[in-house]
């Protein structure tokens, strides 16, 4: 089981760091980013899922990484507006 | 309280008091926090320079093993954090009478300092994740910060690039930890780096590092951040938060797995090549003063990796010179940045060609970027000399010639850049009536800063030694 949840984690976090990099839409890349924030706490938990410690920094790290998904949301929410339109990719571009 | 407790108590609760009171008692609120924090760095420097390394190590809840230490590296780049936070403090307590800021800049400000000074601190991996997500988050919010729909973009980039870099630092962590079974750097052992999951641990978290730098060609977001940043918070981050995942990653490559393989290293230093060259004509090429600073930065940060080869081939001065110039072009950009601040200011427009007679308007701050640019440039005896200094000697110690060439052409190209936007200043520019005021408490912050800057290459022994401390490349400590 141990090494299913890591291969899963891992997968997970390629499969997240993809949709984060090469997504055209707001949505898509914070959905890739929260999958690879995913795919790291269950590499974590698979890591040493024995030890109180792995839990302790699974739970404080996944806490962290909620507000950083609230935040990007936030910013998802100030950037459409009231419009709900979002940039293009070009907009993204430097 | 142990100094390296204080100097992140003292900010955090400086940002708390400052979430608590309004008008014009928050800036007075955040400048005595920040006096006393650049106090309590500074004898927490004396302290560790005088008996060596000072740590703490605390068993956590479900015996997680926590640690803070102070090794020289760690109180040299808490203390330009402190200056720096302290300087750019009072700009921004100056720069807000006339134009009110957001609300929220002195708590996160503040939450930003503490957090630098406990990843600087951090002597456990798990700690380095958390302080890097607390300062992608501080920092990405003090970018956006009343910002308009472009500062917002910019700020949204910066912070996908920080969340990235933060989760896959996790995953890092999480590696070592199964291989390991530790996360505290000094109980890394020796032969982790040739595990397949303790190599690949150390290989994502020097990935996820170079990002939060960031190293060409990961410097995508680096500019326009930069750049659209209020000018209050520009300096923080182009002076300290790149340097802060280049401290996690020298401690990573130097004292977790001491030296890396060479193809890695003379890698890392290409990169810093390319970077030098790239940032450098970049910002020949681009309109607002701004923009320029940060390609500047982009160029800056890659001399600092020209040392990794250097140090595998046996020069342990490269280390002294990478982490001088780290804390040289701190001090010089942010006073650059806040020089730059008051110049647009005072002109038309924000480009380098609106700045035609600012050197008349404005003769202090315009001084005050000439100084910097002096270190920026590494000019003797500047403090951007030294960091160079220690590089080239590496370079030829080593036999590694041509980072000699590079950092060459690299100054020769910082002083082209940097002469456009002098050279402007003194140039013919709209007569104003006395419309700002000719004293200006903002353009003596940016000449005192330079000044320091400049001074630091006056008496850099005690700098370098300090740096010495801790150090498992000459055994000290």
Redesign the interface.
């Known amino acids: 089981v141990t090494t299913l949840v890591l291969a899963v984690?891992?997968t997970l976090?390629a499969a997240g760091?993809g949709a984060?990099?090469l997504g055209n839409r707001?949505d898509g890349?914070i959905a890739g980013?929260s999958a690879?924030?995913a795919?790291?706490?269950a590499?974590?938990v698979?890591?040493?899922p024995a030890?109180?410690?792995?839990?302790?920094?699974a739970v404080?790290?996944g806490a962290?990484?909620v507000?950083?998904v609230v935040?990007?949301l936030s910013?998802?929410r100030?950037?459409t507006g009231e419009s709900g339109e979002e940039?293009t990719l070009d907009?993204?571009t430097? | 309280m142990p100094l390296l407790i204080l100097t992140i108590a003292l900010p955090l609760a400086g940002a708390a008091v400052t979430v608590l009171v309004r008008g014009r008692s928050q800036p007075v609120a955040g400048l005595t926090a920040g006096a006393v924090t650049a106090l309590a760095a500074l004898a927490l420097a004396v302290q560790v320079g005088g008996a060596g390394v000072t740590g703490l190590r605390a068993a956590g809840p479900a015996g997680l093993q926590l640690v803070l230490a102070a090794d020289g590296l760690a109180a040299a780049m808490v203390v330009m954090t402190s200056a720096v936070g302290l300087f750019v403090a009072a700009f921004a307590a100056a720069h807000h009478r006339g134009e009110p800021g957001h609300v929220a800049y002195w708590p996160l400000s503040l939450l930003l300092w503490a957090s630098l000074h406990a990843l600087f601190l951090a002597g456990d991996l798990f700690t380095a994740y958390l302080m890097l997500e607390l300062i992608g988050i501080a920092g990405a919010a003090l970018v956006v910060l009343g910002g308009d729909a472009r500062t917002m973009l910019a700020g949204t980039r910066y912070f996908f690039a920080e969340f990235a870099a933060s989760t896959s630092f996790l995953l890092g962590v999480a590696l070592v930890w199964r291989e390991a079974g530790t996360v505290v750097l000094a109980d890394l052992p020796a032969g982790l780096a040739a595990t397949p999951a303790g190599a690949a641990g150390l290989a994502i978290m020097t990935a996820a590092l170079l990002l939060k730098v960031p190293l060409f060609p990961l410097h995508f977001w680096l500019p326009a951040a930069h750049s659209l940043a209020p000018a209050t918070v520009s300096p923080i981050l182009s002076a300290v938060v790149v340097k802060s995942a280049f401290a996690v990653l020298i401690r990573l490559w130097f004292f977790a797995m001491p030296g890396g393989t060479p193809a890695a290293t003379h890698l890392l230093g290409a990169l810093g090549a390319l970077a030098v060259i790239w940032g450098s004509v970049n910002a020949l090429r681009v309109a607002q003063p701004k923009l320029l600073l940060a390609h500047s930065t982009v160029a800056q940060l890659g001399y600092m990796f020209l040392m990794p080869p250097m140090v595998a081939a046996g020069a342990v001065g490269a280390w002294s010179g990478a982490v001088f110039h780290a804390i040289a072009h701190g001090l010089a950009k942010a006073a650059a940045l806040i020089a730059v601040a008051v110049l647009v200011r005072a002109a038309p427009g924000d480009t380098v060609a609106d700045l035609g007679g600012t050197a008349a308007r404005r003769p202090l701050a315009t001084f005050a970027f000439g100084i910097a640019g002096l270190s920026l440039v590494g000019l003797p005896p500047s403090g951007g000399f030294v960091g160079k200094w220690y590089l080239l000697v590496a370079s030829f110690q080593t036999g590694q010639w041509w980072w000699t060439v590079l950092i060459v052409v690299g100054s020769l190209l910082t002083a082209a850049y940097l002469m456009r936007v002098v050279k402007q200043t003194f140039a013919p520019g709209p007569v104003y009536a006395p419309a700002v005021p000719m004293r200006d408490a903002r353009e003596a912050v940016a000449l005192t800063l330079a000044l320091v800057a400049f001074a630091l290459g006056l008496r850099p022994a005690e700098l370098v030694t300090l740096l010495e401390v801790g150090l498992p490349l000459v055994g000290g400590g």
């Open positions: 984690g891992v976090f760091l984060a990099f707001l890349r980013l690879m924030a795919g790291a706490l590499t974590l698979a890591a040493d030890s109180p410690a792995t839990w302790l920094m404080t790290g962290t990484l507000g950083l935040f990007a910013l998802r100030w950037i940039p907009d993204w430097e």
